[in-house]
């Protein structure tokens, strides 16, 4: 018949709460969270560069829309010197504009912050409209390498 008395009571009390975490707990703590992250990391990093591709594919296929209606409109293709810009803006000379051929007051840039490139005339067709990708330099591969509308158009077919 073991009694406690009220001084050990409130030793045991005292010691429930000062249990907490060891030193190694919370290190095998951090280190699965550090493989998880290290595993796991890298491919939400490439659906998130992935989705930019595909999002700066369907803005040059949009673009590409509206240069038809432009051209329907117009009876010409925006020059070189008005560029993609004659999509959202009249322009001086060309009377039958009927735009904006494209919501929004501003032309948008690439998903990468980049502005598209406009060629007219293009090499294999009326136009190229291109995004030089996430370095914003010409070349490049993976998701830095360029898309050009040519090249979205020929790999569907």
Partial sequence: MARKTVAQGRRHI?????????????????????????????????????SKVKAAKIQM?????ALDLYNLD?????SASEGLAALVQPTAGVAAWNGPYLKGAALP?????????????????????M?????????????????SLDAINTAKN
């Fill in 14 to 50: 005292d010691r429930a709460s000062e249990q907490g975490f060891t030193l190694v707990e919370m290190l095998v703590v951090i280190t699965i969270i550090g493989l998880i992250m290290g595993l796991i990391g890298p491919r939400v990093l490439n659906y998130l560069s992935e």
């Fill in 131 to 147: 995004s030089l990708g996430s370095d914003g330099q010409e070349g490049g591969s993976g998701a830095a390498a360029d898309l």
């Fill in 61 to 65: 296929q949009s673009f590409a829309s």
């Fill in 74 to 78: 117009t009876g010409r293709y925006p």
């Fill in 109 to 129: 840039n690439d998903p990468w912050n980049h502005p598209y490139l406009y060629r007219v005339p293009g090499e294999h067709n009326p136009y190229d409209i």
